[in-house]
């Protein structure tokens, strides 16, 4: 009898060791496919912050000379502060309409695949389309705010890519704009993993329409909200395409963000080695990011 | 067993004759897509296609060229035949050891007899030729002619007159230069090189891009403060400066040729859009060289001059396995103006005039007369040593970069004028440490 128990340990233990391997065995592909395309380029990109390369030339080794002239590039530091802001709006902007949308939907039965289709097409559209259509909505000469001012409605006729305090404001609205719908469909989904008592409860103890929101539906959803949020802040770092296709990072630097500053160090300046070092800080910026959730997380919060 | 012998004899001769005959080279050439490609295709590459059979070209127009040419360089599987991003771009290439130099072929088929001297000058790099010219252009005063004659305006000829106009225009509620940079932030080098040219003076200019002269100087200065003052103070190009920011390359033309636009100071390559745009509002547009902004004798090469500009370039890979096959593709652009010209009138004479040494005779009939005035009027000038220099042409990478994308800091009253002519000698200062800064013929 003991030699059957020991036996069967004995199956159970080869038994998980083999499923262990085969584990390994059919995660190599996606390792060695992260190897090629993340880490190789990631530890060249590092090598080339260290060089002085034009991307064609010989490169020269120069150190953390890059880094140091980062820390006295005016353009940098604005640059960041762009970033920030950028983040800090999408963080508040597009997540409040996408609860409220998501919470609002939930509530409905009849034309809410309407709703959700109409909220999700943007996020589908290529972003040169969006912008294209919002360059053109927004056009100071044949946008909206124009037809409004020729029918005497004032104050809306504002050149919102053209100004140095609305550019970056503006790019934001317009990529919000095809972004929110997406974290609408992300919310409604985890709104109907809460359970339905927990709401009938709430109403049979004179819950009102918000209090059911605030104390039932984000406390439900907390995982996910906390999850979008930190993606929201990790997709903010290289943040590019809507500020490349509507502003460029002007006027004069002020929607500038890191992803600009890097591509047109690059590709104007041909200077990739300190494009490198930019690149270097963001993804540093990113794993800080990840590193607060990690700490948070063995914290014991609920993220 | 004869027989065999025949049959043996009888492929050793025809099998190698078969293969030599399918032996066929194929030129690989990436383009920047122009708009221009189908007409690429039917008057150059057809034509060239048809008329060797060893040789083919395979045109491939590549969107995002400047960002797919260098990793495909690097990777060494690049085409033969590479279009480059003006002669800044050429000369980073040159530096990594990407381009064939072309010296060897300039010197058998006589190239620098078929260019425009400053256009062949224009593709040396130490000594050597690395690439040949797509198309060339100049700096001019666009004007709306319909609204000129119906106000009874004269065409400005000195920069009071013209600066008086502007004003003028202005105070009527019109723009006098409609023009804008949302679609291609550069374009602030189009200004920044006519009023460094037009004030400063293209000897003064000479001067600084061959390092006789500082760019902090004075004449320098007062060309970037004015056009600070006509951009930012007075809103002259666009109607304002957020204006200026938010219109883009059709809502310049549509302004000129609506009326609510007066003049525009821009390139040649405008003749491509302005007639269809000037079909739809039933106006006519001319144009006329820019006056000299500055009455200092020192500075004066003339009544005007005209801005040498080359837009775009040609390479080969020095990695390619067809030197010789590529040699012959470049000598068949550059040999048959008519060829040319005809390519070139595709484009309405905006893109694709290769800087050949044409003769007025050699435009083809029906060409429109401002085009053909242009032509003439460029030649003869600039043949009298009345020329200036675009940034995009004669200026290295970093510093052009700096002074198309620094001076709206400029503008926007966060850096001063002197500032940024600082920043912009270091800058300079740093391309000529690198060896990047590119030779120019010496003035006449």
């Given at each position: 009898m003991a030699f059957k128990i020991d036996s069967r340990v004995g199956v159970t233990t080869a038994y998980r060791w083999r499923n262990i391997l085969s584990n390994y065995i059919f995660l190599a592909p996606v390792v060695a496919l992260n190897l090629i395309v993340i880490v190789i380029p990631s530890l060249t990109s590092i090598y080339i912050s260290m060089n002085k390369w034009s991307g064609l030339n010989q490169p020269e080794f120069v150190g953390l000379a890059n880094f140091e002239r980062l820390i006295n590039d005016p353009i940098y530091w604005k640059s960041l502060s762009h970033n920030v802001i950028w983040t800090i709006f999408f963080l508040t902007i597009p997540v409040f309409m996408g609860l409220m949308g998501a919470f609002l939907l939930s509530g409905i039965k009849r034309f809410q695949m309407v709703y959700r289709v109409a909220f999700f097409i943007p996020y589908v559209i290529a972003s040169v389309v969006n912008t294209e259509l919002w360059r053109t909505l927004l056009h100071p000469r044949h946008g909206i705010g124009a037809w409004l001012a020729k029918q005497g409605i004032e104050g809306f006729d504002i050149r919102v890519f053209g100004s140095k305090h609305t550019a970056l404001y503006g790019v934001a609205f317009v990529d919000s704009w095809h972004f929110w719908g997406f974290l609408v469909i992300v919310y409604l989904a985890a709104m109907y993993q809460v359970q339905p008592d927990l709401y009938e409860v709430a109403i049979l103890e004179g819950a009102s329409r918000f209090q059911r929101f605030r104390h039932v539906t984000v406390p439900g959803i907390r995982p996910t909200l906390v999850f979008t949020l930190l993606m929201i802040m990790i997709w903010s770092v290289p943040a590019f395409d809507y500020i490349y296709l509507l502003?460029?990072?002007?006027?004069?630097?002020?929607?500038?963000?890191l992803g600009t500053y890097l591509y047109n160090m690059s590709f104007f300046r041909f200077e990739v080695g300190y494009a490198a070092a930019i690149g270097v800080t963001m993804a540093l910026i990113t794993a800080c990011i990840v590193a607060i959730f990690v700490i948070l997380r063995r914290r014991g919060w609920e993220i | 067993m004869k027989r065999l012998s025949l049959v043996l004899l009888a492929l050793i001769v025809i099998v190698p004759a078969v293969g030599a005959q399918g032996d066929v080279v194929t030129v690989t050439w990436w383009m920047e897509p122009s708009g221009s490609d189908d007409h690429v295709q039917e008057l150059i590459i057809d034509v060239f296609n048809a008329s060797h059979d060893n040789i083919k070209i395979d045109y491939q127009p590549q969107e995002s060229i400047n960002d797919q040419l260098r990793p495909a360089l690097q990777a060494g599987v690049g085409p033969d035949i590479v279009w480059l991003a003006g002669n800044a771009a050429a000369s980073q290439y040159v530096a990594g050891g990407f381009l064939l130099p072309l010296t060897g072929y300039a010197d058998a088929y006589g190239w620098a007899d078929k260019l425009l001297p400053w256009a062949y000058g224009a593709g040396i790099v130490a000594g050597e030729l690395y690439s040949i010219p797509v198309t060339y252009e100049s700096m001019v005063l666009f004007y709306n002619k319909t609204v000129f004659e119906e106000n009874g305006w004269e065409v400005p000829t000195t920069a009071d007159e013209l600066w008086s106009l502007a004003q003028q225009t202005a105070d009527m509620g019109l723009v006098p230069f409609p023009y804008?940079?949302?679609?291609?932030?550069?374009?602030?080098e189009h200004l920044m090189g006519i009023y460094l040219n037009n004030y400063a003076g293209p000897d003064n200019v000479y001067a600084a891009l061959t390092g006789e002269k500082a760019w902090t100087d004075s004449e320098f200065a007062e060309a970037t403060d004015l056009l600070r003052e006509h951009i930012a103070d007075l809103g002259w190009f666009g109607g304002s400066l957020e204006d200026y920011y938010s219109l883009g390359g059709s809502d310049n033309t549509a302004m000129l040729a609506s009326g609510e636009g007066t003049m525009m100071m821009s390139g040649t390559w405008m003749f491509r859009g302005l007639g269809p745009a000037f079909e739809e509002t039933g106006m006519e547009w001319d144009w006329a060289p820019l006056p000299l902004f500055s009455e200092d004798a020192d500075m004066q090469v003339g009544p005007y001059s005209y801005d040498l500009a080359l837009g775009g370039n040609l390479g080969v890979n020095a990695a390619t396995e067809h030197p010789e096959e590529v040699g012959v593709v470049l000598d068949f652009l550059l040999s048959d103006k008519a060829r040319i010209l005809e390519l070139a009138s595709t484009t309405g004479f905006g893109e694709w005039v290769i800087p050949l040494r044409y003769e007025i005779e050699d435009f083809p009939p029906g060409t429109d007369e401002r085009v053909l005035r242009f032509h003439s009027d460029f030649a003869a000038t600039t043949g009298a040593g009345r020329y200036g220099y675009t940034a995009w042409t004669f200026w290295p990478a970093r510093a052009n970069q700096q002074l198309w994308e620094a001076i709206e800091l400029v503008w926007a009253g966060e850096m001063s004028v002197e500032e940024y002519l600082e920043n912009h000698a270091a800058e300079w200062a740093q391309d000529a440490a690198d060896g990047l800064v590119l030779s120019i013929l010496p003035r006449e």
């Open positions: 502003t460029d990072g002007g006027p004069a630097h002020a929607s500038e963000v | 804008g940079n949302a679609t291609w932030q550069p374009s602030n």
